[in-house]
């Protein structure tokens, strides 16, 4: 069966400091891979989406970047932390292809400080 | 444009009572899915139903099911017999013609005892 991991759990971080999340998933190959933010009492907003090996889409600009290394592994990087990055961030994967259904690994809470 | 809209931010059920969420949502596509997913107070995603547009039948699991109206498009979901667990936020999400999902704002239920 597949899994998905996301570390670390939670993150608080000063203001103006470097961020990487990373999230792997077992059990699967070339799978799509995305990345959420999720504000305080929201919705979803999706960040980025991968369909391949150092093929990244970005949905929304912003100081964030994200990178896949490797088959199985997102991440998700800023340079200098925003307040408004505050929030919790979910990583999902599918099976590669447009409309399937996306799984979400248990997700990590980021306070900026 | 691509909506989702849950009307409904906050809900309450006595268990073992039957209890619907509402969703609409627009969309130009012909070929999309639907989706209900719960987030608990752990904050993960899970998915719960699902429903292709192509079919006309309305999905079932266990005891949760849709009402899915194509024509009004509307995909409602309906919890039976619930109970203390289904305590959550759950989301209605719409995927159509791309890789990204468009996910409503949620909607609160709260089961009590």
């Known amino acids: 069966s597949q899994t998905i991991h996301q570390w670390p759990a939670t993150l608080v971080q000063p203001v103006g400091s470097p961020l990487s999340l990373e999230c792997t998933v077992e059990g699967t190959s070339n799978p799509n891979l995305y990345w959420y933010r999720q504000a305080a009492g929201r919705g979803l907003q999706l960040l980025f989406y991968s369909v391949g090996i150092g093929q990244i889409s970005s949905e929304v600009p912003q100081n964030l970047s994200a990178s896949r290394p490797q088959d199985r592994q997102f991440i998700l990087s800023s340079k200098k932390l925003l307040l408004s990055d505050s929030g919790f961030y979910l990583c999902a994967w599918s099976v590669l292809g447009g409309l399937e259904t996306q799984y979400f690994g248990p997700g990590t809470r980021l306070l900026v400080l | 444009a691509q909506t989702v809209t849950q009307s409904q931010p906050e809900m309450s059920v006595q268990e073992a009572e039957t209890v619907t969420l509402s969703c609409t949502y627009d969309t130009s596509e012909n070929n999309y899915y639907l989706f209900w997913y719960k987030q608990p107070p752990s904050r993960q995603m899970i998915l719960v139903i699902r429903?292709?547009?192509?079919?006309?039948q309305n999905a079932t699991e266990n005891r949760f099911s849709v009402n899915f109206q194509k024509a009004a498009k509307s995909f409602s979901l309906k919890i039976s017999d619930s109970q203390l667990g289904d305590t959550a936020m759950y989301f209605c999400a719409l995927a159509s013609g791309t890789y990204k999902y468009i996910f409503g704002t949620g909607t609160r239920l709260k089961v009590l005892a």
């Open positions: 429903q292709e547009a192509y079919k006309q």
